[in-house]
Every structure is written in C-alpha cells, then in structure tokens.
C-alpha cells in the first residue's frame, strides 16, 4: 500500500463543501468516486480541512492510500480525467504512511476577495462581494490588530461549529488592494465554521462606521457570536495557501 499527496485546486461554487455529505454534492465526494474509476478501489481521502459550501481553493491538499505500480507523478493527470473541470489536480507525489495531510499542518492562509462600488459590477461580483466605495480600510486594519494571537473566537463562528476547541491562533491579518479588489487575508492554525467570513463581516461593520475599531477586542472577549457583524457570502472567500510543518519539496512538491 502506497501513500499518495495531492495538490488540488477547485471552485467550490456548485459545492457544499469539502467534506462528504450522500445528499449533497461534495469536493471529497467527487474525488472518491474519481479515485473509484481510477483504481477500481474503494478509497478515502483526507484533505487539509474542511471548506464551508460554495468556498474555493487556490492550494488545497489531500492524501489517500492505495494498492498501485501507477507512477505518483501521473497520478493527478490519470485523477484529473475523471474530475469535472472546476476541481482539478495540479500536482501528485508519494509520500511515507506517516505523513497527514491534516495533521501535519500548521497553519493555512483564507483571503476573501471585495470591491468598491456604487453599483454591482457583473464580472467581479462573481467572486467577490461589493462594498461602499467610502469604506474605511484603515480602520479595519485598526480593527484587525485586535484579532492577532491567541484567543477564544467562540464569537466570530457559527453556533453549530462542531470544532471541539474555539481557541485559535491568527498569526496576521493583512489588508491590501490588488488590482480591482480589497483583500482581507488571514493565517491561523486553524479555523472555526465560518470564522473567516464572521471576522470579514466584523471589519466591514468597522469600515462603514457602525462600530469602532476598538469595539472588536469587546465582541472578542464576550465569546458571543450576536455581537459580531453578519457571515459574509461564501463566495468571496478562497483557501490560498497551507503550510505543512516540513518541506514539501522534499517529497517533489513544487
């Protein structure tokens, strides 16, 4: 039995999540009936976290085990014939049976993707989500300060979050323009069911006036979720990058 590491990219718009679900179109569901035709087994995959419905990923990783003489480097072109065009393998490699695609990690980089405007604008408006042009961004960096480190977040999740632990670490919370969107990017060692849509909607609250700055290290504290702002749309939001507590690039992983 061999293990293998993918690198996965997918749009999770038509999606309810990662994580399998038999009555609802899943990310894992579509791999594993892939990975079926592919081997002809009955075969598990455990990616790096689970993804709330409709919430995409630039670098996603998955491992699974399987009997096999298939070279690991074909294995993501031999998978991606079998995926649908909006989930798709970028990179594969053969990794030892003790390394977990999820529990070796560390850390993981969510950005959620904005734009400033009167008017919705068709184009962006697909895979961000429209704010006042008059927002104000330094602010919500103000705002953003208060969330790095160590806390509770039990207020910035939904209720029915079934993490065992609502205490994580955010090691930055960056605010920047690229191009035609406002991204607001965060890394922690893990995130609670809608933390990162939660803490968005917090700083938008922050941007346009209805709270202040300081206002955040309260609803922080209070560890109650009716202070925070709304849940953003899933949409915006987009897995960006995963870091393992190894090189990657010592299994071959570009």
Partial sequence: MRRFLVN?????????????NDKQKTIQGEL????????????????????????????YYFHFDADTKLP?????????????????????????SSFDARKNCVSKTYEYLLYKSEHLK????????????SINVEDMK????YLIGKHDFSAFMTASSSNSSHIKTVNFVNIFTREDNLV???????????????????????????I?????????????????GL???????????????LDLSSFGIK
Wanted: hydrophobic letters at 40%.
């Fill in 8 to 20: 996965l990219q997918f749009n999770g718009k038509n999606y309810n999540g990662f994580q399998k």
């Fill in 32 to 59: 594993e009936n892939a990975l079926l035709k592919l081997f002809n087994q009955n075969i598990e995959v455990t990616g790096v976290s689970r993804t709330d419905a409709g919430v995409s990923a630039y670098e």
């Fill in 72 to 96: 690991a480097d074909r294995v993501a072109f031999k998978l991606n014939r079998f995926l649908p065009a909006d989930i798709q393998c970028q990179q594969s490699v053969e990794v030892p």
């Fill in 122 to 133: 068709p184009l962006l408006n697909k895979f961000s989500v429209k704010i006042s042009p």
């Fill in 142 to 145: 103000k705002a953003a300060n």
């Fill in 184 to 210: 607001i990017e965060i890394n922690a060692n893990g995130f609670l069911y809608n933390m990162v849509r939660i803490i968005v909607g917090t700083l938008i609250s922050v941007g346009n006036g209805e």
């Fill in 212 to 228: 202040s700055p300081e206002k955040v290290k309260a609803i922080l504290e209070s560890k109650n979720r009716e202070n925070a």
């Fill in 231 to 245: 849940t953003m749309p899933p949409k915006g939001l987009t897995l960006k990058k995963v870091f393992y507590d």
